[in-house]
């Protein structure tokens, strides 16, 4: 279980495709709501810190979007399915240690152990939110398909998980995607609302 005592107000849970805009959009959200409201959480930031100590690399290279990382990512992907293997929640643990925001906005979502282990953890905060893009879009965007990576459960896992709450189309439309992410801060801003009445009451 996570630290009950810095429990989130809400939980959005994103997952998509490689090169499908999820940490766009999670940064998007986060310049809306600002950073004393929200959290952007990266799974991958604990699995390649703790990846990057065990191999001997740089773990600052791990985390951008470097032909260095992708010299690792299939042995990162194996490494990391080694550790969920024997403690599924591990890096969902290590990515929530000191959250003070109320809002966290977790980009990377790839299975249906980091959402069970969200749902088990904070129950009805938790949200999930689908990013999806078209294949033309995305190779714009310097994908291409890798086989070990992209047929892989860390990129297929959610495939076909039906639930989500939220879908957005980041297809390169600007305008839509903006209208989209401003229907979903009006939906954070609901549900923050009941929290602040009851903070204005007891200070009364």
Partial sequence: MAPRAKSPRLVLLFSGKRKSGKDFVTDE???????????????SGPLKEQYAQEHGLDFQRLLDASSYKEAFRQDMIRWGEEKRKVDPGFFCRKVVEGVPQPVWLVSDARRMSDIQWFQSSFGDVTQLVRVVASEESRQQRGWVF???????ESECGLDHYGAFDWVIENHGED???GQQLGKLVDFIHSKLQPSVCEDQAERS
């Fill in 29 to 43: 959200l986060r310049s809306r709501l600002g950073t004393d409201m929200c959290a952007v959480l990266r799974l």
């Fill in 146 to 152: 890798t086989a070990g990576v992209d047929d892989a």
């Fill in 175 to 177: 305008q839509k995607l």
